[in-house]
């Protein structure tokens, strides 16, 4: 029998969409387990293993600025932030970043490589610009204007795992259902545990493997894997919870349905959004728009915990250097900062600041202490913005606040998917937390366990 971790980004494919075709339909769901095996330590992704290794499939995307100066930033200032910074700026934190890789720069100046799908690489080159940017809202040193990232104190270990200009050399070059992009379940989990290993506190991962609810999953090792950071080495996991498009396809509803007694939402759930839906485990952000209100496009989901800017943002340039506000691709198309990929690292961001405040709080109790002091939409806790939008500085001080706090800035969120060969395809791939204007697009095959094969037929030993 082939490993189910070799499977084909194709075939994978080809098994979601038979799995999914019809009309959406709920289904109750079994909660994801942890009880997987620990992934191997090695290779960050097999495809490096894969005759031909990978290619670029394109020039790598880079960032623009179309800001007016009469305006104030639509995302977080140092005047902002100056209330959460009342015990530092995260200095002695370290955060990991999974993503398409960071990029140092004169905004970027603590970054160190712990893992890369390319062969003899480190982590900290980005030819997607989308990790660079998730980096910004986190930790980006402030700039002339104020701008700052939530933590610019932190140090940052990259880790490229995934990439949507990245391919494999073997793959058909007319594969446009599947698209050009690199990154699997397996590579994600043994992309934390080189997290956890290079010793970070607190781990962003701004990828969400969206399938519909059903959908076997071989994600044994990344259940293991987030055992090993939640559980056995006390980590604070946080994920992007995904947007509604082609990498995550029909939106779940908002809201337990109030004529079922008990209803906690699970078995209406249409679009499984992996590693957001590890829900005891990983703190799952949303996504919100200027006005406080849930965006559209972020998927929702009982698993969903708390929300974070996600529209219009601004971050670093590609480089590491400069502001930016727009994604340029390589075909000169711009797309404005948007998407919860950017609303997680504003909450990554929170949780150094309380790791670095309180050094006595378990990763449980730094998650408990950011949902405890969010500001709560007006109905209720729901399931688009969980327990409400992050508040920083009440996360820090422990003064709830019950205004909307100021937009941040180090929040870039990324725009829904292009309908072209990047990124594009149905169930099985899915953004790096998903554009909601086409843009950066980052691309996790999300790999299918077959039916009828048993967790233990395919588990290499503890």
């Known amino acids: 029998m082939r490993p189910v971790g070799s499977l084909s980004l194709a075939t994978t494919v080809a098994m979601l969409t038979a799995l999914g075709a019809g009309s959406p339909s709920a289904i109750a769901l079994e909660r994801p387990s942890i009880d997987g095996p620990l992934p191997e330590v090695g290779p960050i992704d097999h495809v490096a293993a894969e005759p031909g290794g990978l290619r670029l499939s394109g020039p790598c995307r880079t960032t623009a600025a179309v800001l007016d100066p009469s305006a104030p930033p639509p995302s977080a200032t140092s005047g902002d932030l100056?209330?959460?910074?009342?015990?530092?700026?995260?200095?002695?934190?370290?955060?990991?970043?999974?993503?398409?890789?960071?990029?140092?720069?004169?905004r970027l100046p603590r970054v160190r490589g712990a893992g890369d799908l390319v062969p003899g690489r480190d982590g900290t080159e980005d030819c997607d610009a989308h990790g660079t940017l998730v980096a910004g809202v986190l930790a980006a040193t402030e700039d002339d204007s104020g701008h700052s990232g939530v933590a610019p104190g932190v140090e940052i270990v990259s880790i490229r795992q995934s990439s949507s200009v990245l391919t494999t050399s073997g793959r058909p070059s007319d594969d446009s259902v599947a698209g050009s992009g690199v990154g699997t379940l397996t590579s994600l989990a043994r992309a934390i545990r080189a997290a956890v290993d290079a010793g970070a506190g607190v781990i962003n991962i701004s990828e969400v493997a969206c399938v519909p609810a059903g959908t076997p999953l071989a994600d044994e090792t990344l259940g293991g894997a987030i055992r090993y950071a939640a559980v056995d080495h006390d980590v604070v996991l946080v994920a992007a919870a995904g947007n509604v498009g082609q990498t995550c396809g029909d939106q779940n509803p908002e809201s337990p349905d109030p004529a079922r007694a008990g209803d906690d939402g699970w078995d209406d759930v249409l679009t499984v959004a992996v590693p957001a839906w590890y829900d005891d485990h990983v703190l799952a952000v949303g996504g919100v728009g200027p006005d406080g209100a849930?965006?559209?496009?972020?998927?929702?989901?009982?698993?969903?915990?708390?929300?974070?800017?996600?529209?219009?943002?601004?971050?670093?340039?590609?480089?590491?250097?400069?502001?930016?506000?727009?994604?340029?691709?390589?075909?000169?198309?711009?797309?404005?900062?948007?998407?919860?990929?950017?609303?997680a690292p504003f909450v990554a961001g929170t949780a150094a600041l309380v790791r670095q405040a309180y050094p006595g709080l378990t990763a449980r109790q730094v998650i408990a202490r950011i949902k405890s002091t969010?500001?709560?939409?007006?109905?209720?806790?729901?399931?688009?913005?969980?327990?409400?939008?992050?508040?920083?500085?009440?996360?820090?001080?422990?003064?709830?606040?019950?205004?909307r706090p100021v937009p941040a800035s180090t929040t870039i969120a990324a725009?829904?998917?292009?309908?072209?060969?990047?990124?594009?395809?149905?169930?099985?791939?899915?953004?790096?937390?998903?554009?909601?204007?086409?843009?950066?697009?980052?691309v996790v095959a999300a790999l299918v366990r077959p039916r009828g094969l048993r967790d233990h037929d395919n588990r290499p030993g503890h």
């Open 82 to 106: 100056s209330a959460a910074w009342i015990h530092g700026k995260g200095e002695g934190q370290v955060v990991a970043v999974i993503d398409t890789g960071v990029n140092p720069g004169p």
């Open 294 to 343: 849930a965006a559209d496009f972020s998927l929702r989901g009982p698993w969903v915990d708390v929300a974070a800017p996600a529209v219009n943002l601004r971050s670093v340039g590609a480089d590491g250097a400069g502001v930016s506000d727009l994604v340029v691709d390589g075909d000169g198309t711009r797309t404005a900062i948007s998407g919860t990929s950017f609303a």
């Open 374 to 403: 969010a500001i709560p939409a007006a109905g209720g806790r729901d399931f688009a913005v969980g327990h409400g939008v992050v508040d920083p500085v009440a996360a820090v001080t422990g003064v709830r606040r019950s205004g």
């Open 415 to 442: 725009p829904s998917p292009d309908p072209g060969p990047v990124g594009a395809g149905p169930g099985a791939i899915v953004a790096a937390g998903s554009l909601t204007v086409g843009g950066v697009i980052l």
